[in-house]
């Protein structure tokens, strides 16, 4: 697999929300609609939403750091290639489960 994502290191979307000190409500309002043009990337595995703890860092760094490429905020070709990344990322995620 080419992703450092690890299916036993993905996590409950209730404990993004403790771990971020926000509601649940707000988490998935992260995931739907964003916040600052940023959308918290997770996973539904088994009817279950998770996330990575490094796309919640990376969701944070973007919505806190004005200089940084928020993937939302990219347009064009660079916006397909990151899209194109992200699907990758999830179909790897869900091989691996498949191999369970």
């Given at each position: 697999?080419t992703?450092?994502?690890?299916?036993?290191?993905?996590?409950r979307?209730?404990?993004?929300?403790?771990?971020?000190?926000?509601s649940?409500?707000?988490?998935?309002r992260?995931?739907?609609?964003g916040?600052?043009?940023?959308?918290?990337?997770?996973v539904?595995?088994?009817?279950?939403?998770?996330?990575?703890?490094?796309?919640?860092?990376?969701?944070?760094?973007?919505?806190?750091?004005?200089?940084?490429?928020?993937?939302?905020?990219?347009?064009?070709?660079?916006?397909?290639?990151?899209?194109?990344?992200?699907?990758?990322?999830?179909?790897?995620?869900?091989?691996?489960?498949?191999?369970?």
């Amino acid at each position: 697999m080419t992703t450092d994502i690890v299916t036993r290191d993905l996590i409950r979307m209730n404990l993004v929300a403790e771990e971020m000190g926000v509601s649940f409500n707000t988490v998935c309002r992260y995931r739907l609609t964003g916040c600052r043009g940023v959308k918290l990337r997770a996973v539904l595995i088994g009817g279950v939403w998770k996330s990575h703890r490094k796309w919640v860092a990376e969701f944070l760094e973007a919505i806190n750091n004005p200089t940084a490429t928020a993937p939302a905020s990219q347009s064009g070709r660079a916006a397909t290639d990151a899209d194109a990344k992200a699907d990758a990322e999830v179909a790897d995620v869900k091989a691996l489960l498949k191999m369970k």
